[in-house]
């Protein structure tokens, strides 16, 4: 099976560098209050819950409220094709991205090019044949945000942790901010320290 994922630039060089090989993911919709841990259960092929009152409870029982949890990314051995932010000749700067042929030449953001002079289009628009990057899982599983190590962040492809002010700033720390970043303003920041996909990958040569 293959699926899009999208990166913001920053974290697409961090693939290209090798750095990247983790990214976390809000669950969607989120987990019931009273779930406390979340594990894939291979031999019944389904994510289980842990609650308050202790016990196995799966979404395959009558428990009203909780969401069935499915990975929007696949499972591991499936493949992600990259959309980034991307450009063409300015030539096409009012083409749709669908009405592009594929004999025209793509430019990516990330390179820090601008050959082709057109407008920058955001990855959400990049079309398959467009993306050079494919990467292939190679694990899956949840956790709340907060639960992500240094060793961890570092393979979140963060990096610049270092004294500060008289303080010490850790890969954690970096990855908080990238990660208010971008979720924070979707009301799924640090703070509320939302269940998320940890996808672990692998840039298939």
């Avoid at 983790?22 to 994510?47: A, D, H, L, M």
């Avoid at 920058?120 to 494919?134: E, N, V, Y």
């Avoid at 979720?183 to 920041?189: A, D, F, Q, S, V």
């Amino acid at each position: 099976m293959e699926k899009p994922i999208l990166f913001n630039t920053e974290m697409v060089q961090a693939i290209l560098d090798g750095r990247k090989t983790q990214t976390r993911r809000v669950i969607k919709p989120q987990p019931c209050e009273w779930v406390e841990s979340i594990s894939f259960n291979q031999y019944q092929g389904r994510w289980e819950f842990t609650g308050d009152e202790g016990g196995m409870m799966s979404h395959a029982s009558s428990f009203p409220g909780q969401p069935l949890l499915k990975c929007p990314y696949g499972k591991p051995g499936d493949e992600l094709w990259v959309r980034e932010t991307w450009r063409t000749s300015r030539v096409n700067n009012l083409l749709k991205p669908s009405d592009l042929s594929q004999d025209d030449k793509i430019e990516y953001v990330e390179s820090g090019s601008q050959c082709l002079g057109g407008r920058i289009r955001q990855s959400i628009f990049m079309m398959r044949w467009m993306s050079r990057i494919q990467l292939t899982i190679k694990g899956v599983r949840v956790e709340r945000v907060q639960e992500i190590s240094d060793g961890e962040a570092l393979a979140e492809g963060v990096k610049g942790a270092g004294g500060m002010g008289g303080g010490l700033i850790t890969l954690r720390d970096r990855f908080q901010e990238l990660w208010n970043s971008i979720n924070e303003k979707r009301g799924r920041g640090w703070d509320s320290n939302p269940w998320v996909w940890v996808v672990e990958f692998e840039v298939k040569q």
